[in-house]
């Protein structure tokens, strides 16, 4: 019985999602939610990998784009694109971060001793990014290290830039007077 149990505990569950082409995972509790694609408001200055910013029930949420975040070109939206909602520990706060993704699969099971090492060739992606490849059929699911992809420094740099643009963005629509009637 005591086995049962500790298998049990033992398991953690992902949310698996495919990135150019590739499966990917994160650990579920780290999401919050999923949404279909919306528009997105894009933010000057931002890192390009910063695809916009969306409005999530008053919240300004920015968008990573993780293709582009892995070197390579950004994803086409098509009808299957979500957002996955993330929280991540940002100087000791949680903060809401979105990632675009081609579509969502699954949530699924990896037991932790089925989780290998991740290879040190091969990906798409930096290395450090990876937890490790989980298996999912006859297919492994490269299980991401969501804070080392949305690394705090990085997402200070883009968190002040998309708030200077908003701010800009704020004080331009002010200032912007209605143009007299010219009847």
Excluded at 65 to 76: C, I, M, S, W, Y
Aim: with cysteine; proline share 5%.
């Amino acid at each position: 019985m005591e086995t049962a149990t500790t298998t049990q505990t033992e398991q953690t569950q992902y949310l698996t999602f495919h990135v150019a082409g590739e499966e990917h995972a994160i650990g579920i509790l780290r999401v919050t939610e999923i949404i279909e694609y919306t528009t997105m408001t894009k933010v000057p200055g931002a890192p390009a990998w910063i695809r916009g910013v969306i409005n999530l029930r008053g919240r300004v949420v920015p968008v990573v784009d993780l293709a582009v975040k892995f070197g390579l070109p950004e994803t086409v939206i098509t009808n299957r694109t979500c957002i996955v909602i993330v929280e991540i520990a940002l100087d000791g706060e949680q903060t809401v971060m979105g990632i675009m993704t081609d579509s969502v699969n699954q949530v699924v099971d990896f037991p932790s001793g089925s989780i290998e090492e991740p290879p040190p060739f091969g990906t798409k992606m930096k290395v450090e990014y990876l937890r490790g490849v989980g298996k999912t059929g006859s297919k492994f699911a490269l299980i991401l290290d969501i804070d080392k992809v949305l690394s705090a420094r990085e997402i200070l740099a883009a968190t002040e830039t998309v708030n200077d643009a908003m701010e800009v963005m704020n004080t331009e629509a002010e200032d912007l007077s209605p143009l007299p009637n010219q009847s």
